[in-house]
């Protein structure tokens, strides 16, 4: 599940009109207050937009959908399977594990037992009272000793029982248990994988729309007509009013050089020198050469 509402997310995310649209935030600004071919681009971009997310969208659904219907096949097949494989697995955990506590504690006591009747037979050796009391801790002894051999006994049965639940355990279950919950991890990766070629494969589609929808984009963006929006906005905007009578442009006036004290075109227009050539150009040169402009850069 958890994978699945991955995969719509991102596909669903990439393909929100809002996303789009804050892609665009700028164009939107330039073009709020659109007119004429202007507005009449952005709307189609717009709508081409949404429907862009649309696209994007129910791919989204298509892909959450098909792996839903895939883990729910999956789920209900195997789910019976892991659920017995657990508690068998369960079940000859515990029983091992209690074998191994009885077989610990009968130890354990035994370990006491040996221990009590060492110091039994140290006290009896190193002894020196009377008979009696000599007599006493000999038949503690064998008291002990009688014990020792009956939980010496029980250590073997317990022994036995642990070896024989560790072969069940390690032997039978354990190895049947993780043969089939391989089996059903395989079985779940080979489901994930048939939900991704599922979701490449819906994709598969998503260039044509994509490429559809963009060339309507592009056309639309390339009927922009200034030349026309400008006229369009002197119409909507011109108010009709004529200027005062009397008023005429102001022609604007040549500016006379300084040097000459006419204009260039006049300048080059009369020579005044022999051969036609402008004065212009005969102080041009002097000041060239005055400047030693042929031995310089």
Not at 166 to 194: A, N, T
Request: with cysteine.
């Amino acid at each position: 599940e958890d994978f699945a509402e991955q995969m719509r997310n991102l596909v669903s995310t990439t393909g929100q009109a809002s996303h789009f649209k804050k892609l665009m935030g700028k164009a939107t600004i330039s073009a709020r207050a659109a007119f004429g071919t202007l507005g009449d681009s952005w709307t189609r971009i717009l709508d081409d937009v949404i429907a862009l997310a649309d696209c994007y969208s129910g791919v989204a659904s298509d892909v959450m959908s098909c792996h839903q219907e895939l883990q729910k096949g999956y789920l209900k097949e195997k789910e019976p399977l892991r659920k017995q494989a657990v508690e068998e697995g369960t079940k000859s955990s515990k029983e091992l594990q209690a074998a191994t506590q009885r077989a610990n504690k009968v130890k354990d006591a035994l370990d006491r037992l040996k221990q009590s009747n060492a110091g039994l037979a140290s006290q009896y050796e190193s002894s020196t009272t009377g008979f009696k009391t000599m007599l006493r801790i000999s038949q503690k002894k064998q008291n002990l000793d009688s014990k020792i051999d009956d939980t010496t006994k029980e250590l073997h049965e317990a022994t036995d029982a642990l070896k024989a639940n560790q072969r069940v355990y390690y032997l039978d279950v354990m190895p049947r248990v993780l043969r089939g919950m391989q089996s059903i991890e395989e079985d779940r990766i080979d489901s994930i994988r048939v939900a991704l070629s599922g979701f490449v494969s819906t994709l598969e589609r998503l260039p044509e729309v994509v490429t559809d929808i963009t060339g309507r984009m592009f056309e639309a963006a390339e009927s922009v007509q200034k030349d026309k929006d400008i006229q369009t906005f002197i119409r909507a905007h011109a108010t009709g009013r004529q200027p005062p009578e009397g008023l005429t442009a102001q022609k604007e006036e040549p500016n006379p050089n300084a040097v000459f004290e006419r204009t260039l075109d006049e300048i080059m227009e009369n020579p005044e020198e022999k051969g036609d050539v402008p004065r212009i150009l005969s102080v041009l040169i002097n000041t060239i050469m005055d400047m030693d402009g042929p031995e310089t850069e």
